[in-house]
């Protein structure tokens, strides 16, 4: 498709914004909450915007989940799966919010859904795309990252079947992820929650923009696009036996060099990355990985064409 052909939406009048998918993650549970309370600030002509907590249970014990990782259930298999109450609480929780925010896949879903992250990495704002395709999507991140220049925001490109995962916010027909840290597990820091409600600021002034018939022209946008897990060096019982090299740690989006110290020993010894070319690590020391298995995820930078877009 040439990037001078103009792509057609209908106007994105049903918008959800999620906090608390993880239960520890305070930025987007208070902001959720204070919304509930009082959505002023985020009201936009002609958008019924809609704040939620995905994972009430999870909130309440401030824990990422109470069963099973809610922002993994959003599988074909768990939202199809018979067995009511005896079914983990988080595939219930999954099936109940396919049935308001959904389904999944078809016309009657949600425009827009934001899910709003914290991490323990130091990834400052990270929107996250689940695919490139997804014109209406890069041009809204687009609009993003110039609103908020000279700051940066960084997009993390997910579509690799073989590492995306079936995300709570996949059951809109545009899913929007956004990561900000770093922050401890059940810390709220002023300066996360603000640039967390900065880039929701921007992203609803863009759905209004586009509603009034506003049209956006081609542009490109800068990604980070997903390429492997790493996990940490282990001994033969599965344990640990290394951790994030000092020179690595809290240097998310920096190029990473083969060559260059990855993790270090117990011991003290450097071991250093062997793949081919630079990359550009992210979810550094995750805290809550240790538990998948992932250190941090390697990138590498692409740059897409986003068509432009207007209303039909």
């Not at 993994?72 to 988080?90: C, M």
């Not at 490139?132 to 925001?153: G, R």
């Not at 059951?171 to 059940?186: N, Y």
Request: hydrophobic share 40%; proline share 6%; charged share 20%.
């Amino acid at each position: 498709m040439s990037s001078n052909h103009v792509v057609t939406f209908n106007q994105a009048r049903r918008v959800a914004i999620f906090g608390g998918t993880h239960g520890n993650e305070m930025s987007g549970v208070t902001l959720v909450n204070l919304w509930m309370g009082n959505g002023g600030e985020i009201r936009r002509k002609g958008v019924e915007t809609k704040p939620f907590i995905t994972n009430p249970k999870a909130v309440e014990k401030c824990s990422r989940y109470v069963d099973t990782d809610l922002n993994r259930a959003f599988t074909a298999e768990n939202l199809s799966a018979p067995g009511g109450k005896d079914l983990p609480y988080e595939v219930q929780r999954a099936q109940e919010i396919n049935r308001m925010f959904g389904p999944k896949g078809s016309a009657d879903a949600y425009d827009v859904i934001f899910d709003l992250h914290n991490t323990t990495s130091n990834m400052g704002c990270t929107l996250i795309l689940e695919s490139s395709k997804d014109h209406f999507n890069l041009q809204m991140m687009s609009y993003i990252k110039k609103a908020i220049a000279p700051a940066s925001c960084p997009v993390l490109l997910n579509e690799d079947p073989r590492l995306k995962y079936a995300t709570v916010r996949s059951v809109a027909k545009h899913s929007v992820g956004l990561e900000v840290g770093p922050q401890p597990q059940g810390v709220l820091r002023s300066n996360i929650f603000e640039a967390m409600r900065i880039i929701l600021k921007h992203a609803l002034d863009f759905i209004e923009l586009f509603n009034e018939g506003v049209e956006f022209p081609p542009c490109t946008v800068d990604v980070f696009k997903v390429s492997e897990r790493m996990d940490y060096p282990r001994d033969a019982n599965g344990n640990i036996i290394a951790m994030v090299h000092p020179n690595l740690q809290d240097c998310d989006w920096e190029p990473l060099t083969p060559g260059d110290p990855m993790f270090q020993t117990f011991d003290g010894k450097t071991i250093p990355y062997e793949g081919v070319g630079a990359v550009y690590p992210t979810f550094i020391n995750e805290a809550a990985y240790y538990e998948k298995q992932q250190a941090f995820v390697t990138t590498r930078r692409e740059a897409l064409a986003a068509n432009a877009i207007r209303k039909v």
